[in-house]
């Protein structure tokens, strides 16, 4: 079935510093992929819709500059959190339609930032 | 607009007792309904869903949940909790018909527990 990957799966940084969270669509082609956050014991929570070739969309509340994604080929997605701070810390999660319209979750990239 | 509501936020059961999740939802026309299951520290994972057609749907791991349009519910059923369901699960809706960009809205989750 169809695979969606994310790298790395943790990642702990200083504070003020960026990092760059993949999403791979692994034996698929994916021209929208889905980037969530989710904080402990809650749900999921829609940040953005990553178009490829195109900007991403984003929903209400959430800062462009601060969460950049880029969805440069149809199998790669990524998000990139700028100058981090502590209340970034959380767990990132994407997702994709796979061909046959399923949704698929990447296993979710947790960033700790010190 | 859609939404969807998880009733219980914790739910605890013995070993083979069964497990009832509730979920109610709200949408202007009948939706594409699911459930999936999230293991700590992991991604999700879709137990089952409902398109159109029988409104009792089969998931993985002896779980159903019954489209209910009169109730707006779809609540998540196993006949007998087994150790390894404890686990977190999601409810969630999303407009009918296949877009690439159809968002999916989820409930707030239940935290599912198993007792010995």
């Known amino acids: 079935g169809a695979v969606v990957s994310q790298h790395p799966s943790w990642v702990i940084c200083k504070s003020g510093t960026s990092v760059k969270i993949e999403c791979r669509s692994l034996?698929?082609?994916?021209?929208?992929m889905f980037w969530y956050r989710q904080f402990p014991k809650q749900s999921l929570m829609l940040m953005a819709t990553?178009?490829?070739?195109?900007?991403?969309?984003?929903e209400q509340g959430v800062e462009k500059d601060k969460f950049l994604i880029n969805h440069a080929s149809l199998t790669l997605s990524t998000l990139t959190v700028t100058s981090a701070h502590p209340e970034d810390s959380s767990f990132y999660i994407c997702?994709?339609?796979?061909?046959?319209?399923?949704?698929?979750f990447g296993e979710g990239s947790r960033l700790t930032v010190l | 607009a859609q939404s969807v509501t998880q009733l219980g936020s914790h739910v605890s059961v013995s070993e083979g007792a069964l497990v009832l999740l509730r979920c109610n939802y709200s949408?202007?026309?009948?939706?594409?309904l699911f459930w999936y299951v999230q293991y700590p520290n992991q991604g999700l994972q879709l137990l089952l869903k409902?398109?159109?057609?029988?409104?009792l749907v089969k998931g993985i791991n002896g779980f159903e949940a019954e489209f209910k349009k009169s109730e707006t519910s779809f609540h998540l059923t196993k006949p007998s909790a087994h150790m390894s369901d404890a686990a977190e699960y999601f409810c969630?809706?999303?407009?009918?018909?296949?877009?690439?960009?159809?968002?999916?809205?989820f409930g707030s989750g239940t935290r599912l527990s198993i007792r010995p």
């Open positions: 969630a809706v999303r407009s009918p018909g296949y877009s690439s960009a159809s968002k999916i809205i």
């Open positions: 997702s994709a339609y796979g061909q046959g319209g399923e949704l698929f």
């Open positions: 409902y398109t159109t057609g029988a409104t």
């Open positions: 990553s178009n490829e070739g195109s900007k991403a969309t984003y």
């Open positions: 949408s202007s026309v009948p939706p594409y």
């Open positions: 034996d698929f082609q994916a021209t929208t």
